[in-house]
């Protein structure tokens, strides 16, 4: 009986490496090798959700020995975040995440630009805004109208 109260006691110890890190490594190459995004949306939300927990438990390592239900806790987070048949961590980007990226997205675009010019400029890289942001600024917004309705001519092309 001591062996099993001794496992039961340290369960965390024991599954939480490989649900937390290397089920998650597993998956997450599989998903770079896939062609689809629904399993990088899933697996890089939980890895960034994955370093929180990390740098929540470095913030609060002098209080958590305090709680002993912390490592059950985060084991059963753990397995919510990754199990297939709950994908927790796509449910916490698109439940909470996706708001606030649809908004950091518009961050830095003028509202001085036409709608067509903005949803033109949220495609684009930060980098790239910036360099088209300075081309409008030194040739005007006509400039920039012509660049798009050639690249849309060239698109048809193809």
Known sequence: MGILATMARN??????????????LFASIKAIESPSTLDD???LTYWVLYSFIALFEL?????????????YLKLVFGLWLVLPK??????????????????IA????SSSYPEHHKKVLQM???????G???????????AF???IRTAEKEARKH
Not at 132 to 142: A, K, L
Request: proline fraction near 8%; glycine fraction near 6%.
């Open 86 to 103: 709950f994908n927790g961590a796509a449910y916490i980007y698109d439940n909470f995440v996706r708001h606030y990226t649809k908004n």
């Open 11 to 24: 369960i965390d110890s024991l599954i939480g490496p490989g649900v937390m890190l290397l089920y998650p």
């Open 132 to 142: 088209v942001e300075t081309y409008i600024h030194r040739y005007g917004p006509d």
């Open 106 to 109: 518009t961050l830095g675009i």
């Open 145 to 147: 109208e012509r660049v």
């Open 59 to 71: 913030t609060c390592n002098n209080i958590l020995p305090w709680v002993p239900i912390w490592p």
């Open 124 to 130: 684009m890289s930060f980098d790239a805004r910036k």
């Open 41 to 43: 949306q899933q697996w």
